[in-house]
């Protein structure tokens, strides 16, 4: 299984990003796939998930409302829109994979990773 996240960037505050994570190596129909983020000196923490068959999601508290994840089954793509964006927003987004059809918050539980990608919100 390969991930490649992309989008990140600079934005400012109230602004809006989305990331794309390109998934390849298998059928991703029993997969759950998440978005993660790690600030300076921070531990990585969920942000949010989704079941690749039926599309079902889960969000941080955090992020809720302000964030919306998306996977397009032809392209194999997962999305995370992210708008209202704040300065503590900031971080290098990761998304993941498990092969695992129920959420978990938990980055333990995902055995595939990408390469981040940085969000940096000025404010």
């Known amino acids: 299984v390969q991930l490649q996240a992309s989008g990140g960037g600079l934005a400012q505050a109230g602004g809006s990003l989305r990331l794309s994570c390109a998934a390849s190596g298998r059928t991703f129909s029993s997969y759950v796939m998440g978005w993660f983020r790690q600030a300076p000196g921070k531990e990585r923490e969920f942000v949010a998930a989704?079941?690749?068959?039926?599309?079902?999601?889960r969000y941080a508290d955090s992020v809720r409302g302000r964030v919306s994840i998306s996977r397009d089954n032809a392209k194999n793509t997962m999305y995370l829109q992210m708008n209202s964006l704040k300065p503590e927003d900031t971080a290098v987004y990761y998304c993941?994979?498990?092969?695992?059809?129920?959420?978990?918050?938990?980055?333990?539980?995902?055995?595939?990773w990408g390469q981040g990608t940085q969000v940096t919100v000025s404010s």
């Open positions: 993941a994979a498990a092969s695992i059809v129920v959420f978990t918050p938990h980055p333990r539980e995902y055995k595939y």
């Open positions: 989704i079941l690749w068959s039926g599309g079902s999601t």
